[in-house]
Each structure stands twice: as structure tokens, then as C-alpha cells.
């Protein structure tokens, strides 16, 4: 099986050939393509797409607007909260889950089913059932994010190793202990692929949620940016959201990191992890 | 022509006295599923007539029937029906197509994988439906927008996914190739891939439900062209709301049936691969 | 050097993809000269027809634009902005959002143009509950006002009213998106969300319905304003007029037929959107109400000057749609109503299309 462990000798690599060199070339042929597409042949429109001047022009607009920070931090808030809610009810629906087969073959079909209906259909009712405020894109960044964790749950409980559980039986550990000391620890850096998972799915549907009945966060910004045809203010905030992406993915990483400093094998994003 | 005579029905040997219906099914789980959904349904039916929740909003299970039956009868939702499933199966398959190139031109060079990643993160986390505007623009207002949505939504598990498999044969196992001077394509088709498919057919899984989803979030945030999306969110602004549940019931059933299809493919492509790891075990 | 060689690869790929985007998306037009002639057009709805939009639905079953040699596509756009936005992006030759998308492109000096006016009247207005704390606009001081969402049509016929009785609709009253008519709307007046809701005459239809009285406080100034028309830019005019004459002309006669057998046309919209004349549990369809709501707004004030548009109700529209933020300019009217195709619209047969009127055999009922 692989090792994708993180990489901790001390290699000494030459910058300029690490892949993030080409991640950063990569930027300017971006930009050169927007650019171009936008400035010199101006075959997409403005009002689709703007040129990149213009959106840099945006920025400090958009940024320096009347409560634009109040409007960051509501989205946050949402995003947090979503998320926290999301991940502890994935979390312990996974624990419950694992712990008989019986309710997991009668249950997970309905769980799976919740995960298919997008929470925009469900964004009117659950806005009529507990009204405009910021509950509401909690709950709906919550179900969008509660998935991701319970499914990564459920299948990282059941990774430990029949030779180990046995062991734990042998030494009369209690279920309790069995879960805490064995089944967790094995499972977490799976369930930590859910967590990534799962803060991108939070993060897209707390934006969403604002889409609907929301009364600030920047997806609603977003909306009136475009009713008004400010096309550039509309792509400051697309940039926004992919920053808030990668801060967001950064921090679990980091946590991931320093935490599950037992991590092995079985790593779900390996991707993420220097060779 | 003769109507062929039925099947003889093979003779059983004499059951043997296993355990009776009754306790297989106490046994099993089926009872849990039943119970639960009555209970879902007894609830449904009384809770909206308690005088708790706005009748209009929350309908009681019977008048969601009716409203159910009502909608079969209409006939024109088969319509809306095609266009949603045409546009999801059409975008299921070009968004695995894709993801799977992806995942196989980038998955085979760590290098060119670790530079895209940051990009892939960034854009992960990005509701797609903001770009609608721009792929309308692109690709015109009929069913290509909403399939081009789900594409860039549904591609992305089957992409990671494949890079991730191509990964998993050990430093040894890719010694032992090069050792018996394997190409770099046969260690891809007879190392590799293999090792990868039953991680790809998870994200392919997972990108079904994602096309699924993606189409029909389309069909209410942006221009659709019909489908069950754009019925839910026509129903809703009627408060026809025991027509929008029906829809909200159909769209579960439908995603139930295709997880369904799903796991089916899984285990018929991947059929070694609980095989292969009680062997290695 | 193999990494190179990916690399390339990718460059190669993303820019095949960038320059398959900047492709244009649609084809300039017929070469003049030609006999037939093609138009897109961007219906600024979910649906390609809402209840009220016969004139166009009858005049493309009855087959009108095909006689005129024209080819139009209806395409739905989603809803007035963006059909707003695909028109000015090139997208589409015409498309009808709403009076405010259009005013709003025009007033942020977007060069669109208003070639035939379908409806006017109010189609924003100001509603409060029958038992609600605030019975006129002049005491909604405090208010928490619904609106259909941030930015919508009618957030500005809205401030300004309130600003017209001397409440500053930043500071003194809140606004909050409530939805167009569906369940969040109906939770929020329900149970005293809001005081009041602006929004559009059409989304007012579910609630009352659903057993909400509402009381219309809609200033009268608002009746003289344009609803709907068909918006093009001053690009496309230069390049396919000819198209868009056609289409006007078309149009004016669906309007026409529309008219002298109403009941015709609203058998046509049963076939062409089933959903909207679901009925629900009071035996009531929406598609109904809002059927009967366009008869007294699609009705032009000259039968004989069909799709003639009001100079001064379009620029009293725009200048009150200005007041409302100081990033607007000032427009002309007369400078983003195009009235060259009025009198070739009104050029057609009235008698023969009456005729067709009185011969329509009913389908969908």
C-alpha cells in the first residue's frame, strides 16, 4: 500500500524546480488569456466578463464599501456555523451508524437520499420554517456539509484492524474504549478527508443560501452587484470566494497537520501531500 | 406462432428448518426502515393539522398524494423529466470523461499534480453556479449551459479520485515494474490503473449524484430550459406546495435509483478488488 | 524533458478552451438581401412564456413571423437580468426584462433601446396586510418592508415612493428580501416578518390565495409607467433592423389577435406552460390571475398604434429610478426609445387577422 506520508527529510530542493514554480507561472498565462479574450479581441463581452484592469479597479470599491466587512463576516459566521453544525451531527451520525449494522442498512439509504436533494429546493421551506436570519444559512451550509463527514466517518470506523480489535477484546476494553482509543484514532485521517470535503461543501452552501431570502453575506452582494450590472464587482467577490476556498482548505490542513501527527496510510487526499 | 409452455419451476429440496420469516425479519433491518417511514408519514399526515405550521406551507401526506397524482396526470412533466435526466446523464459521462483524463494526464506526474493543486482548491470551493452568466453566454441559452454546470461540478471527485488511485501502488510494486523492464504504459494499465479503478469508481459514483445535483440546482438558480428544477421553482412561487413536495419526492427517489445503478456498475468493475485485498491481507 | 512537453500540453489546452469561449456566440444576422431572417430572442423568465406574454406566444404558433420571413428563437432567459445581460452581451437580438432592468442598464449608460413597448402599467406595487400595522406609505417610518430580492425591480419605485412622503428608505425603514410570492414570502407575512411587501403585481397572486388580504398602496403615478417592451441594443438595431422590423410588425399582430379573441390566446398559453395553470386546492391557477391582470395591461392605447411607446411616462420612470442613487446619469427618453419600426408594425392586414381570430378552434380545454 503507499506511504504518502508527509515528507520529512530534509531535502534540500532547488526552488526554482518545485512545482510551485509552474504554479505561479501559471498565473500570468491566466491572466494573459483573460486578458486577451477580454482587451484585444474582445470577443466575450464586458457585461459577461471584464476585462482584468477593470476588475482590479473594482476591488478597492467593493472592498471599501459601507459595511462591506459586516457583510464578510456574516458570510464567515454562516460558513463556521454551517460547518460546525454540519460536521458534529456527520460525526456522530457516522459513530451511531458504525456501531450496528442493522441501522446502517436501514438508514444510510435515507441519509444518502438527504445528501441527493439540493438545498436550494429545500431553501424556501426551511427559510418559511425558521424564518430570514442567519439560523436558516447555518442550517442549510450545515445540511449541505453534514455528508461528507458522516460518510468519511462510517468508513474510517470500520478501517481498524480485526487483529487489533480482537487485541482490544482480549484486554476487556468496553465498546467506549474500543471507539476512543482505537476506532477514532484510525479513523481520523480519513475523517479528515471528509472535513476538507465537507468545509468546501459548507463554504458553497452558505453562498448559496444567501442567494435566496438573505438579508446581507456576499452572496447576496453578489446578487445586487449584478442587478446593477457592476460586472467587475460582480468577479471581485468570485475572487473573494476562492480565497475564502483556500484559506479555509489551508486552516484544516494545518489543523490536520499538527494533530493527526500519527497519520499512516489511507490518506483520501494524497494529492494534497508532497511526494 | 405457439405460446411457449412457462418455465418449469425447479423443485426445491426440502427446506431445511432455518429460521421463519418472522425472525429473519426482526432479524434484519427491513422492520427499522418500515417503521421509520411510518413513523415519517404519521407525522406528516397529523403534524400540518395540529394548527402548529401554516397549512398552505406544511400539507398533510394525503393532499401531498393527491397533488402527487394530480402532477402524473398532468403528462407535461414527463417533459420536464427527460430534460433533466437527458441532462444529466449527458453530463455525467463528459464530466467522467474529463475528470478521468485529468486525473491520468496530471495523476501520472507528481510534479504536474502538486502545481495544479492550489488552482483546483481555490476553484473547489467556488459555487459554479456563479458562472452561469458566462456559460450562457458561451454556449447559449438551451440545455448546454446547465450540462456544462454540472460538468464543471460533477468532474472533480472523478479527477481527484483518479490522480489518487494512480498513486496508490507502492514505491516496491513500482520497482518491481521497472525491474522487469515494464513500459511506462504497461506499468499505467497493468500496476496502476487497476489499483486506481476501484478509487475511480467512487468518484464516479459520487459524480453522478453531483450531475445530478448540479443540473437541477442550474435549473432553479439560471436559465434551464425546463426540467424539475424549474418546476419546483414555478410550483413554489404558486404555493402549490403539495406539488412541490411531489417534485421534492421524485428528485429523492430518482437520486436513490441512481446510487442504486451506481454501486451496481461499482461492483461489476471492480470485482477483484475486495479479492485482491483479503488476498493481501 | 517530458515535464515541458505536459506542460505545454496544458498551455495548449487552456488556450484552445479560452479561444473556443471567445468564438462569438451567435451569428451576426442574415446578409441583407436575403429572404429570411433570424432573430433570438430572450424571454426574461424561467419559462420561455409567462401568463401575460400572448402577443408573442400566439404570434409564433399562428406562424405571423414565418410569414413575415423571420425565424425566431424564444429562448428563456432566466429572469429580467439576465436577460438584460445576454441582450447586451450580444447573446440575443432582443430580449423583454422588465421596465427596471432596462432602465437600470440605461441609466448606468448601457447602450440599450427600447424598439416596441408591450405593456404598461403598474407592474410594481406597494401591498400591506389587511390587519397590518401600517394602512398608508406616508406612516411607514420603522417599517420592515419586504421586497422579492436585493436589488429587484421594485426596490426602486419603492424608495422612491417613500422618499416622495419624506421617509429616507436607508435609515429609516428595513428591507428585506422576502422572495417573489413563494413559501419564505408567505412564513414572512405570516408571521409578522414584515409589515409591508413591494413587489411585483404578478407575485402577489400565491398569497392572496393562500388566504393573506392585501391591501394595494401603490401610488397612482406608478400606471403611467412602461412595464415591458422589446429591448434591444443599438448595435444589433444597426445590424439586424431589418430582423427586429419584422419581429415588431409580428408581434403587433399576435397583440392583435391577442385582442379580438382573448379567450384564443389564453388556450394557447394552457398549451404552451400546463404548470402555471395548475389549479391548487381553492380551484384557483395562478396562470389565471395573471392572465386576467395582463388584459388590462397589454392593451395598447391606440388599437391602431400597437407598440407606441409614452415619452413622458418613460421619462418620469427613469428619472424617478435615478433619484434612487447617485450613480446613475441622467437619461433622455427620446434617446432610448426607438419609435422607426411603429408604423411598419401597424402596417398589416387587421381584417384577415381578426378573421384568424374568430376561426381559432380551441385545444386545451
Redesign the interface.
Known sequence: ????AVDSSPKKKNFLR??????IA?LP??LA?WW??TTV?K???A???PTPESVWIAFPRVLGADGFGDQVLRTLTEIAGGFALGASVGFFLGVLLSSSS??????L??L??L????T??????I???I??GIEGKILQAAIACFYAVFITTLSGLGLAEPNAVALMKSLRASKWQTMVKLRIPTALPVIFGGLQLG??TA??GA??SE?????GGL??????Y?????TAA?WVI?FL??????V??LTIWYIEKRFVFWRRIEV?????E?? | MTTTAPPPTPARSAPTPGPTWWERFRGGSAWIVITTVAVIIAFWEFFPQTGLVNRVLFPTFSETVAAFVQLLGGGYWWDDLAKTMSAVAIAWVIGVAFGFTMGVVLGTSPFMRQAITPYAIAVQALPKVVLAPLLIGWLGFGPESKIALAVIICFFPVWIDTMVGLALPSANEFKLMKSLKASRWQVFTKLQLPSALPMIMVGVKHALLLAFTGVIVAEILSASDGGLGKLTKEFASQLNMGLVYSVVTIVVILSITLVSIADVIERRVVFWSEESRARRK | MKKHLQFAAIAAVGALALSACTAPATDPGAEPGEERYEITMAMASGDTYTAEWWGWLAADTLGYYDELGLDVEFVAAGGSGAAMEQVIAGNADAGNPSAPAFGEAALVGLPVVNIFTYSSGAIFGIFVPEDGPFQSIADMRGANIGISEAGGGEVAFLEAALRAEGIDPITDVQLIPIGDGGPETLAALDNGSVDVYSTAYNDIFAIQTAGVNLIDLTPAIYNTFPARGIITTQDTLDNNGEALQRFARGTAMGMYFCLENIEACRDLMKGAIPQVFEQNADGVSQGDLRFELAKTQVVPADINRIGQHDVAGTQEFLDLIQSTSDSYIAVNAPDVLFDGFIDFANDFDRDRVAADAAAYEFQND
Open positions: 500500500m503507499a506511504q504518502i518545485s512545482p510551485y514554480m509552474l504554479t501559471l498565462i491566466i488569456a486577451l479574450a479581441t470577443s466575450v463581452p457585461i459577461l466578463l442493522r441501522l446502517r442498512a436501514a438508514y439509504p435515507f444518502s437520499a445528501e441527493a436533494i439540493p436550494v429546493i429545500l431553501a424556501p421551506i427559510i418559511a420554517w424564518g430570514f468545509a468546501t463554504i458553497i453562498i448559496v442567494f435566496i431570502g438573505a438579508t452572496g447576496y452582494l453578489m446578487l445586487r449584478r442587478s446593477s450590472f457592476d460582480y468570485i470566494f476562492l480565497v475564502i476556498g483556500l479555509v482548505y483520501t487526499r494524497p494529492d494534497l508532497k511526494q
